[in-house]
C-alpha cells in the first residue's frame, strides 16, 4: 500500500558528491517524519539524518558540515546531499518514513541504495 524507492547510490571517490532521493507513494496522508539510515557490512543500521514536515533537521555526528538532508512534501520525497564522501561512509543506505493514513501511523523503510566510495 506504501512504497519508498531510493534511487542515487554509486560508485564515487572520496571527496565527491553523491545526491539520494526517496520517492514514497500509495495510501499517504502525510508523513511526519522522514530520515535515512545506513548499514556497513559487519555492522548494525545507523541514523544519519532525519526531517520532519516542517522542515527540522538532525545529523549524527559524522556526517554533520557534509550531508543535507531535504524534503518536498508535495512530492512526498526527501533528499540526502553527501558531500566530501570517504570510504567509511560506503554503506546500503535505507529511506525510512512515518507516515499517517486515517487513524493508523506506521513505520515503512525503503529497499536500499549501495553508496560505494573508493578510488
Known amino acids: 500500500q506504501v512504497q519508498l524507492v531510493e534511487s542515487g547510490g554509486e560508485l564515487v571517490q572520496p571527496g565527491g558528491s553523491l545526491r539520494l532521493s526517496c520517492a514514497a507513494s500509495?495510501?499517504?496522508?502525510?508523513?511526519?517524519?522522514m530520515g535515512w539510515y545506513r548499514q556497513a557490512p559487519g555492522k548494525q543500521r545507523e541514523l544519519v539524518a532525519t526531517?520532519?514536515?516542517?522542515?527540522?533537521?538532525n545529523y549524527v555526528d559524522y556526517v554533520k558540515g557534509r550531508f543535507t538532508i531535504s524534503r518536498d512534501n508535495a512530492k512526498n520525497t526527501v533528499y540526502l546531499q553527501m558531500n566530501s564522501l570517504k570510504p567509511e561512509d560506503t554503506a546500503v543506505y535505507y529511506c525510512?518514513?512515518?507516515?499517517?493514513?486515517?487513524?493508523?501511523?506506521?513505520?515503512?523503510w525503503g529497499p536500499g541504495t549501495q553508496v560505494t566510495v573508493s578510488s
Open positions: 525510512n518514513a512515518l507516515i499517517l493514513y486515517g487513524s493508523k501511523a506506521e513505520n515503512y
Open positions: 500509495g495510501r499517504i496522508f502525510s508523513i511526519p517524519l
Open positions: 526531517i520532519t514536515s516542517g522542515g527540522s533537521t
